[in-house]
């Protein structure tokens, strides 16, 4: 195989193993920190809310619950943070294989039948070093991980990053169209005030 195509590949599944495993820390950091964060600023706001009114309001008190209801949801991964953590780890050992073949091949301006029997061994190691299920937001987070806290200029160098199709998350736009069509229905249901007062008597009639 032309080393240059083969560096390309390497480049490939290197992006696929590097970003799985900091999906991997990211759901990891997620379950052992969150919950911490959500009692601090539920402590603190409890606090502040006998000296300012605004904060002891219902709607206040709501989203303050509804963040607790949030915190029970990452309790359902306390159980197995720790096996996201070793795949992230063993994910991260075979990157830094990937690395150093990569390096190797790019040196000696060639890949070899060891290389490539290197490379199909990573794969096939890759896929049952994986964790099937992630908690909410970790792939934004890792997302960060990767692209911003990485180093990741070897990869980039034969497998070209775009910043909006690669470095946002996909998710990130759906949010976008849906606040945007929240927004939009608002603003047009603000313009039409007879159909607000029209559900109003359905409901009451209800």
Known sequence: MDHQVALKLIAEKAYDIGYTAKLHFSTYDIVEKAPGWIGLISLVIGVLALYIDFLAAKHVSALITVIGICSLYITYYADS???????????????????????RCKSDQQFTPADQAELDRITADFGPACQRKHIL??????????????????????????????????????????????????????????????????????
Request: with cysteine; hydrophobic share 45%; charged share 20%.
């Open 81 to 103: 943070k720790e096996r996201y953590f070793q795949s992230g780890e063993k994910l991260t050992g075979l990157l830094n294989q990937l690395k150093d073949m990569s390096a």
């Open 137 to 206: 937001f970790s792939g934004w987070l890792a997302h960060k991980k990767f692209f911003w806290d990485h180093q990741i200029g070897w990869i980039a160098e034969h497998r070209e990053f775009s910043f909006f199709r690669d470095k946002i998350p996909f998710s990130v736009y759906a949010l976008l169209v849906v606040i945007l069509i929240a927004v939009a229905g608002g603003s047009w249901l603000a313009t039409h005030p007879e159909l607000l007062l029209s559900l109003k008597e359905v409901c009451t009639h209800e």
